[in-house]
């Protein structure tokens, strides 16, 4: 998608805090934490949001949940973290790219809000 802020992101055309990055996904550090260690990881592939997830995209998403334990050790997150997935209005979902927001370096509390 040419005109999806993430797909740039992920892409190189616009700069990001890189925390991991292979040939299916990307993952950066978020540009207004909302703790200690906030990282999203986004597919390369354009997906708008878990509404959006179809048949084939399922090996990927598997991926996907499979290099959440990685990416975390390697930001030091071995007390825990939080993955979240904003989808839609009531999600609050701002970025039309599926995204899961990892989070950690801090007890967070539940209910979210
Ligand atoms: P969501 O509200 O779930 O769609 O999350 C979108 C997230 O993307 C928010 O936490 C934003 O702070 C973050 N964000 C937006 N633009 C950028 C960017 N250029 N680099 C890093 N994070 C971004
Ligand atoms: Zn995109």
Redesign the pocket.
Known sequence: MSDC?FCK?AAGE?P??VAYEDEKIFC?????P?APV?V?MIPKKHIASTDDIREEDQELLGYMMGKIKDVAAGLGLENGYRV???CGED?????KHL?L?ILGKRKLTWPPG
Do not use: K, S, Y
């Open positions: 802020i992101i616009i990001a805090d950066f550090h978020d540009l207004d909302q906030h999203l979240v997935i904003n999600g609050m979902q701002t970025v995204h927001h």
